[in-house]
């Protein structure tokens, strides 16, 4: 097949590229290079079925020649990002999914969208399964992306509805792994720079919200078994092992081996505003429709990114 990734310069798309290519397809990565970065993808220049496009999903895309898959993961999805570029995170979310669902009709192509946990805002039911419509604040700080989110599915299903485009939905939780950038601001790579550099680990508020974190390899293989299945509904992708992010914090000090403090910090801007007390995925229709779990244990997934952050802090 020949696929275009948006956003595949990005830490999921760089992932899906290599994985698709090593499974013979055409990839065509396309990235604005905002919070992408051609070293994610610099080992692939020169390969005879890679090409790379550098282009603005918010603008009208032109692809030359077929395209049998879009896949949609165009995106701001770190919340430091999202306060820092709430315009550019509600186009992405909403007219990047419109341009990319343009070229998905006029080339008769199969779309995926990367979707988010962030869709069931700060949630009432817990697990989330997919069913549950969420708890968002639309004119909150994260509005700006969960709202592009919920807009960009609507859109989706209208293009799959009005249209027939044979459309999937990934609701992806949060994944970590090598190639995060150590400076977007997320729990992972914050805590994993900051116990390599002998700096304290900064718990926001009391630590005590909970987050169930996925380790790339196994999102990848469950976005590849989503898009290659006959699923149209939306689709939770994540790992169902739940922790507090104090717990987290510790497990990071123990696999970097690191005797950094941690700290409490109250951040005062409104980065902690609307912060989801909870998240797990109810992996059930993943389970049932993909035959898909994760297999990567935290401790596994955590030296594999320390590895990786070891060589750039
Ligand atoms: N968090 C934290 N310290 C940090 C960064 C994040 O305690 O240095 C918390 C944050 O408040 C949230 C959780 O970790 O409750 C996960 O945050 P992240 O930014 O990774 O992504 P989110 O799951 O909120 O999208």
Redesign the pocket.
Known sequence: MRILITGGAGFIGSHLCDRLLAEGHEVIAMDNLSTGNVENIAHLAGHERFHFIKHDVTNYIYVPGPVDAVLHLASLP??VDYLNYPIQTLKVGALGTHKTLGLALEKGARYLLASTS?VYGDPLVHPQHEDYWGNVNPVGPRGVYDESKRFAEALTMAYHRYHGVDTRIARIF?TYGPRMRADD????P??ICQALRGEPL???DD?S?T?SFCYIDDLVEGLIRLLFSDETRPVNLGNPQEMT?LEFAHKVLEVTGSSSPITFVHPTDER?KD??KV?CPDITRARETLGWEPRVPLEEGLRRTVEYFRGRV
């Open positions: 770190s919340p962030e949060n601001g997320r729990v992972v914050n805590f900064t718990v926001y630590g919200r987050r992010i902690t912060d989801p998240r």
